[in-house]
């Protein structure tokens, strides 16, 4: 069974650009999450998809959007990118989601570096 | 608020010992899950053991097991006969809220010493 996917590993924007991360779920999972990882804040979530429907959202400006497709895949844009916007981006599946009592699984991430 | 608290930066152990990962948490929720997650410098975050609040038993992954003391609030991991590999960042967190969100530790970074 194939794992969560990310696409691409890594991308190198200039300050002012907007980027578009993917994410493949694992085979089965219908909701998709999206986490940023800095050395300074650590792990920060960011949105919960379900059924192409924003769930979850969490303290990040406007500039930081997704969306979910029919077959549960995920995007996430960032724009107008800010030197501060450099992190992991992770993404994380699972089935349902529907309480905090299943597992989560991650993908390998994308590096996003703004110069 | 959902918090989640490490308070280990940095721990060594030596090869074939046992390691305990402290973790402690605070919810109001009753209904939650606590996991714990490898990082290695690859980035990657590998999903390693899951509590549930309302699991009897501690849970156990192969070398990997979660001392679970609800009254507590503590979800510490424990690395058995560790090995070089296991040398990485790791993560504990909880999810309370429902949905897929999770709230996270600020880690331990383990070092495994031959």
């Known amino acids: 069974k194939a794992g969560v996917t990310q696409t691409p590993r890594y991308l190198i924007k200039t300050r002012g650009q907007q980027v578009t991360l993917s994410c493949s779920p694992i085979s089965g999972h219908r909701s998709v999450s999206w986490y940023q990882q800095t050395p300074g804040q650590g792990l920060q979530f960011l949105f919960e998809?379900?059924?192409?429907?924003?769930?979850n959202k969490g303290n990040f400006p406007g500039r930081f959007s997704g969306r979910q497709f029919s077959n549960s895949r995920s995007e996430m844009n960032v724009s107008t990118l800010e030197l501060g916007d450099s992190a992991l981006y992770l993404c994380?599946?699972?089935?349902?989601?529907?309480?905090?009592?299943?597992?989560?699984?991650f993908g390998s991430g994308t590096q996003l570096s703004v110069l | 608020a959902q918090k989640i608290t490490q308070t280990q930066p940095g721990m060594f152990v030596q090869e074939k010992e046992a390691v305990t990962l402290d973790c402690t948490y605070d919810t109001s929720d009753p209904s939650y899950g606590l996991f714990w997650y490898k990082q290695p410098s690859s980035g990657e975050m590998i999903f390693l053991i899951y509590q549930g609040s309302y699991d009897q038993q501690n849970a156990t992954e192969g070398r990997y097991s979660l001392n679970f003391q609800k009254a507590r609030k503590s979800a510490n991991l424990v690395i058995s006969a560790s090995q070089l590999g296991d040398s990485a960042m790791y993560f504990c967190a909880m999810n309370s809220e429902g949905g897929n969100k999770l709230v996270f530790g600020a880690g331990t970074i383990l070092r495994v010493k031959s």
């Open positions: 998809y379900f059924s192409e429907t924003q769930r």
């Open positions: 994380a599946s699972t089935r349902q989601g529907f309480t905090g009592n299943e597992k989560l699984f």
